[in-house]
């Protein structure tokens, strides 16, 4: 066995793990979901608090990240040579980006409805405002023509 990987504590390791989920861009939540466990588990197992589970985390890494670089001295997260282009990691990511765009066109479709609602709301009070000052002023304005009718035939 590797010496590295003898003396490798369950914090260095978790903090490693860590590491490699953020480079991820993932969620404890995503990956909790992707090997069968709690989020409060895989917290855990980041902060080398326990090394329950810890194979199935270590497989789905694996994905990612040979477990030779994982457990090797020179552990660098930002290297990108060190990550392989997975299909699953790339599934995975497809499909959130995919459930991301469904909540983005909801979101514009409701934003669509209430703008749609507001303005038919808007182009009906300036109606209704419009029809009242034409009563208004039909009523004024009749009420003056009756008015010089009115004078009209006192004249005569």
Known sequence: MNEFVQKL???????RLQKVRMHLKLKQTDVAEEIGCA???IS???RGETSTSLLPLLVFYSQSVSLDVLFGKAFDPEDEALYSKNPAMESHVKARLQLLQEDATDYIKNLQKEYDVNVRELVDELLDKMNQQMLDYTSKTRERLLKRLEQTIELL
């Not at 504590?9 to 903090?15: F, I, Q, S, V």
């Open 39 to 41: 989020s409060l588990t």
């Open 44 to 46: 855990r197992m980041e």
């Open 9 to 15: 504590d369950m914090k260095t390791l978790g903090e």
